[in-house]
Each structure stands twice: as C-alpha cells, then as structure tokens.
T-cell receptor, first 114, second 111 residues
C-alpha cells in the first residue's frame, strides 16, 4: 500500500535549534508539497516541487526556512533557527501531477518549539 | 489572502441526518475543487472532487455541488454516520499551482 512517509512524527526542541523534517513521497509521484497546519490558518502552503524543481515557496519565511529535494525519494524541510511560533503540524504530500492534483498526505510531523 | 473560505468552524449533526458543509472561493480561475477528510493525528485524505465544468458529483453517501455563479460549493453527506466525525477541508486547484485549502470544518456526528 503506497504511502507518503514523514519523519519524525513528533519533535520537541528548544528555541534557536535547527529542525529537519523528512519526507519520502510515493514512488512515481512527481509533485511534492509541504503544508503547515495551524488553528488560525488551517492548511497553508510552504513549498511546492515539480520534478524536484521548486515552483512555489512564497509561503515560506525565507530567512529561517528552507526546502529541498536532494533526490526523487527525499524531500526535506529545515528550520534554522526555530522559534516558538513555528510550533505546528507539518505535512508533506505528493501527487502525480495528473491534472486535478489529488494529493496523498503523510501523517505529519508535530513540532513543538519551547 | 484566503482564496478558499470555510466560514463554519464546526458542525454537529445527528446520526442518520444530512450533513452539509459549505465552501466559498474567490478565484474564478480554479479548475477543480476537492474535499479532504482528516482524522486526529493523521494526514488529510482525499474524499471527492468536482471539475469546474460540472455542477454535481456523487460518490456513495457523498455528493459535492458546485455553483460557479455564486463561487460556492457544498459537500452533502447522507446519511451521516459517527465515523464521519472529522475535519473536512475544502480545496481548490488551478493548473500550475498548488492546492489552495480552506481552514476546515469540524464535523461531529452524534448517535
């Protein structure tokens, strides 16, 4: 059963520390997304890749966040330095880019920055 | 700028009755509209979608209606079951762009 895998599931860290979240998209999918879920904003887009190329990262605070796809099987989201306001659930999703963007989501990384 | 809006944060419905979840959008360029369902501690899962050229799509107990002139869509669940209790996200997609989500509506189906 193909699924998007995210690690870690939970992360507690102190303010100022670096946080790295990893995502393995479904094999064969060519689009990868990072979303953040907060109570105030719902699901907000952070970054969007197609064929490993970044297409949209306008929703990401550039001074502290970075997203990459070193290869087709791995996407990373880094926060450096982390701040308490970054506490949220971060979701990775992948899709086939088939035209209606039906996405498959991972289980998310629950991040708490103290 | 929120292009997809779900104005009801929560909804409570009795088992067996109809649940109606609403969604409004502002961008007339969207090509597809989708509904996702999310249980606690899990990622959202795709539920049903509708093309912008259609006005209705049905899948079992779930029906999505699209009113383009009003820029409004709704998800109907009939009959509602306790297992339908979840957060429902409305989403809109435009060619070349990422999915744009609303803030979600938490549905509680009571026995």
């Amino acid at each position: 059963d193909a699924r998007v895998t995210q690690t870690p599931r939970h992360k507690v860290t102190e303010m100022g520390q670096e946080v790295t979240m990893r995502c393995q998209p479904i094999l064969g999918h060519n689009t990868v997304f990072w979303y953040r879920q907060t109570m105030m904003q719902g699901l907000e887009l952070l970054a969007y890749f197609r064929n490993r190329a970044p297409l949209d990262d306008s929703g990401m605070p550039k001074d502290r966040f970075s997203a990459e796809m070193p290869d087709a099987t791995l996407a990373t989201l880094k926060i450096q330095p982390s701040e308490p306001r970054d506490s949220a659930v971060y979701f990775c999703a992948s899709g086939q880019g088939a035209g209606n963007e039906k996405l498959f989501f991972g289980s998310g990384t629950q991040l708490s920055v103290l | 700028d929120q292009q997809v809006k779900q104005n009801s944060p929560s909804l409570s419905v009795q088992e067996g009755r109809i649940s109606i979840l609403n969604c409004d959008y502002t961008n007339s360029m969207f090509d597809y509209f989708l509904w996702y369902k999310k249980y606690p501690a899990e990622g959202p899962t795709f539920l049903i979608s509708i093309s912008s050229i259609k006005d209705k799509n049905e899948d079992g107990r779930f029906t999505v209606f699209l009113n383009k002139s009003a820029k409004h869509l709704s998800l109907h669940i009939v009959p509602s079951q306790p297992g339908d209790s979840a957060v429902y996200f409305c989403a809109a997609w435009r060619t070349g762009y990422a999915l744009n989500f609303g803030k979600g509506t938490s549905l509680l189906v009571t026995p």
